[in-house]
């Protein structure tokens, strides 16, 4: 394995002595990978980038980069790329220009200049519009041109805090695709900050989760989804039940709930899972299998409800059931497993297998 090209070493920050923005942040970036910065509003992901950056002073704790302590390093001698959402383009500048911006501050002679701003505009798909206004090109075209003056001299690290949260959500999408294929391309680190769990699935090798200032899971996107460590991200990415339970005991790997009208059942534990405590099962509702029955031939296994509601997206049927004790539950089924019988009012059993209930 090669060693880390970041190094985040027991480090926070706390503004003004009172808002403890990041909280004791351990975190290894290995060079070369996608690395994305996911949590809700104020979780500290800003913060950590600044830090990074140079922009802010850790409060305590140590940002390792390519080995070196940045402590004593200025922002411009860190070798970073840097895109934010609002990162204005200077308006008063062409476009080349601004992309030549980070070139001139370096000392860059102006012929090779030339040459790298052709280049990187050409990256982003920009070419010929290097004489052009910010102002007479679209948002998306403005994007790229923020990209564009992050990679012109270079940088092994690109930085990106949530780069596309001014852009309709096709624009969106298609430069999600573009950064991701430029990474590929380009072979460079970049550290992507977003509050869109959608968009962190689709674009990351990895994904650290955070919420008020800790990183509460570090994992790839399959594992984040599939094996949620704690009940925040369960609920944080993508879409979940979660029904009220009994712990009842734990044993190999396995813990054994009891739901609310008194059904036991087995599922794997999460983080803080005590015996005799109450807590949640979380399942996925295209984990659930539903089918029409009436309470007499219901299987041991199976758990009785009612839809309470059915509704239509199109590729899929969402369908709410309502179990013992009023609680509820979301099943998804893809529209080609979608029955007439799944209607509301209708007696179905739902089941799942326990490798998919946490
Ligand atoms: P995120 O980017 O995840 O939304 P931030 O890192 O911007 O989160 O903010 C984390 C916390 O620190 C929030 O409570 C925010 O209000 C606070 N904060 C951020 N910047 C400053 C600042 N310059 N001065 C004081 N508090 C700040
Ligand atoms: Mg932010």
Redesign the pocket.
Known sequence: MSEPIVRFRSVSKT??GV?E?VRGLDLDILPGEFLTLL?P???????TLMMLAGFEPPSAGRILIEGRDMASVPPHRRDLGVVFQHFALFPHMSVAENVAFPLSVRGVPRALRARQVAEALSMVRLDGLGARRPAALSGGQQQRVALARALVFRPAIVLMDEPLGALDRQLREEMQSEIRALHDRLGITVIY?THDQAEALTMSDRIAV?DH?RLLQLATPPVLYEEPGNAFVARFIGENNFLPVEVLGLAEGMARVRLQGGRELEAIPGESVRAGQPGWLAIRPERIAIAPVRAEDLSPAALPGRISETVYLGDSVRVRVTLADNVSAVVKRPIAAATAALAPGAEVAVAWEPEHAR
């Open positions: 503004y003004d808002t923005a949590g509003s104020g979780s500290g992901k800003t913060t900050v955070f200032g």
